[in-house]
């Protein structure tokens, strides 16, 4: 399968991990638009029982505005999710949509340059969230 997220696991039970991704977000400048609840979810619509996980729709309105700018169908892909998965009692995974390769989609010329330079600006404080993670006490990085 291709990678398509960056990810770090730390050592962390679950809620404090989404509390930590949280502020992280906001240091990084995102706000968070969309929550949702996989486990609440898949419990009422399928009745099955899944490990804690919330997908965070994390949006930098400033980088939002100039995607828009370049190429209005980009919206389609907003926000950035962020996904938060608990793993056991003391381990949570920390999950984002790659945006490089969300730009795979952009195609070439200068709207491809203008929305890959958006990209690289968004996955910078992506990755800057997921070191800040790891530097309260993760255990595994990867990009």
Known sequence: MADYTMRTTVPRPYEETVAAVRAELVE????????ID?????????????????ILGACRPQLAHQALQVEPSIAA?????VVVRG?????????????DVMMSFAGDGEAGEALRSVATDARARL???LTALTTLD????GA
């Open 87 to 99: 793993v056991d009692e003391t381990t949570t995974v920390v999950e984002a949509f790659d945006p």
């Open 138 to 141: 993760a255990v595994e990085v």
């Open 28 to 35: 990084a400048g995102f706000g968070v638009l969309t929550e």
């Open 38 to 54: 996989l486990r609440a979810t898949l419990k009422a619509k399928l009745d099955v029982d899944v490990a804690p996980q919330v």
């Open 127 to 129: 990755t800057a969230v």
């Open 77 to 81: 892909m907003l926000p950035c999710n």
